[in-house]
C-alpha cells in the first residue's frame, strides 16, 4: 500500500524489452536506503517488484498485464519517474490509500497557471470517470491528487509549487499519456451497492442499499 507521496524522481537507466515484457532499471537514492529483494517500490505509481538493486538502482520486471494497462512501457532511456516505497506501519498517511494497480490511462488536453496553482486538465477512460467526484482523490502517475472539477470525460487537478517542482507533472504537457489509479474505497462502495445477485443476502435482508446508507447517515 502506498499514499501517492512521492518521495523522489528516479530516471530510466534501462529497458531490456521481451515479447510483450519489459525489464526496467531504474537510477535512485532514497528508496533505496533500505531496500530488500522483493519489496514493492511504485513507479509512476504502478506497483513493482525488486528483483536487483544496488545501492545507486534498483531492477524490476513489468509483465505483460502492466504493459497493457499502464504507460511504462513507452517509457526511454533517461526519462524521469516518480517513485514511493510501501508504506511502514505507524506512517503518517498524508495523502489517500494507493494500490500501485492502475485502473487506465489518461491524456493530458490542458496546462494552465493559476496565480501559484498549476490546473491540469485530463481526459480518462469511463471505467476510470465513473469513481471521480468533486474533492475526491486519485492518484496520477502514483501522485495523490484532489479533484477540482470534472465532466463526463474528464477531470482536472491543481497542482501548489512544490508537487508541481517534485514530480513529472510538473514537467508534462497536453499530449502526455499518465497512469490513473481512482479511489479503491469508492470502488467498493460502487461494487456494494450494484449488488451481487449470487451472493448470499446479508442478514436477510438483501445486503447494501442506497437507503439502508441513507438511514445510517451516509
Keep these: 500500500m502506498f499514499t501517492g507521496l512521492i518521495e523522489e524522481l528516479g530516471s530510466v537507466q534501462a529497458m531490456v524489452r521481451g515479447q510483450k515484457s519489459v525489464r526496467l532499471t531504474i537510477a535512485a537514492r532514497k528508496v533505496l536506503a533500505d ?12 506497483c513493482l517488484t525488486v528483483v536487483d538493486f544496488s545501492a545507486t538502482f534498483f531492477t524490476a520486471d513489468i509483465m505483460p498485464e502492466t504493459v497493457e494497462r499502464t504507460v511504462l512501457a513507452t517509457l ?9 516505497r510501501t508504506l511502514a506501519v505507524g506512517d503518517r498517511l498524508g ?6 494497480h492502475i485502473d487506465g490511462v489518461g491524456r493530458i488536453t490542458e496546462k494552465r497557471r493559476n496565480d501559484n496553482a498549476v490546473l491540469i486538465t485530463l481526459a480518462a477512460p469511463a471505467a476510470v470517470m465513473k469513481y471521480i467526484v468533486p ?4 492518484a496520477i502517475d502514483g501522485i495523490s491528487l484532489t479533484v477540482v472539477e470534472h465532466s463526463a470525460a474528464g477531470f482536472t487537478v491543481s497542482l501548489i509549487p512544490h508537487t508541481a517542482a517534485a514530480t513529472t507533472l510538473g514537467f508534462k ?3 502526455d499519456s499518465v ?5 479503491i474505497i469508492g470502488k467498493y462502495v460502487a461494487k456494494m451497492l450494484q449488488g451481487e445477485p449470487e451472493a448470499e443476502p446479508t442478514a436477510g435482508k438483501g445486503g447494501l442499499t442506497r437507503g439502508f446508507l441513507a438511514e445510517h447517515g451516509f
Design 173 to 175: 504537457q497536453a499530449g
Design 179 to 183: 497512469n490513473l489509479e481512482t479511489d
Design 135 to 138: 474533492k475526491g482523490s486519485v
Design 35 to 46: 531496500v530488500r529483494l522483493g519489496d514493492s517500490i511504485a513507479v509512476n505509481g504502478t
Design 95 to 100: 495523502g489517500h490509500i494507493v494500490t500501485g
Design 76 to 84: 526511454q532511456k533517461g526519462d524521469k519517474v516518480n517513485l514511493e
